[in-house]
């Protein structure tokens, strides 16, 4: 079995920075997914398993950083320049296997238990 332990959310301004952290038992290729209330859960960015290949969804392209502390098996998540409609709960997963696309959160086998993630106006 394998355990994300996620860390860093919580309360900030619009324009605010925050850094997400997933602690896991083993490197694997990860993805940061969220959901706000009332819609699906979408995929935000994934890096895989060595870390040499990075994915964004388009929405946060430029002001999100996904990178790995490979010493300590850990993703991170670094959040720039929030905005209101960040607002959701983020999960991180990891895919254990082979992955085709890193944006269909069908491909990842464990999830961690989700960080809430409120920015303000």
């Known amino acids: 079995q394998v355990q994300l332990v996620e860390s860093g959310g919580g309360l900030v301004q619009a324009g605010g920075s925050l850094r997400l952290s997933c602690a896991a038992s083993?490197?694997?290729?990860m993805g940061w997914f969220r959901q706000a209330p009332g819609k699906e859960r979408e995929f935000v960015a994934a890096?895989?398993?060595?870390?040499?290949?990075?994915s964004y969804a388009n929405f946060v392209k430029g002001r999100f950083t996904i990178g790995t502390d490979n010493a300590q098996n850990t993703v991170y998540l670094q959040m720039n320049s929030l905005k209101p409609e960040d607002t959701a709960v983020y999960y991180c997963?990891?895919?254990?296997?082979?992955?085709?696309?890193?944006?269909?959160?069908?491909?990842?086998?464990?999830w961690g238990q989700g960080t809430q993630v409120t920015v303000s106006s």
């Open positions: 890096i895989s398993r060595s870390g040499g290949s990075t």
């Open positions: 997963a990891a895919a254990t296997g082979y992955i085709a696309s890193y944006r269909n959160q069908y491909e990842y086998t464990y």
């Open positions: 083993r490197r694997y290729a």
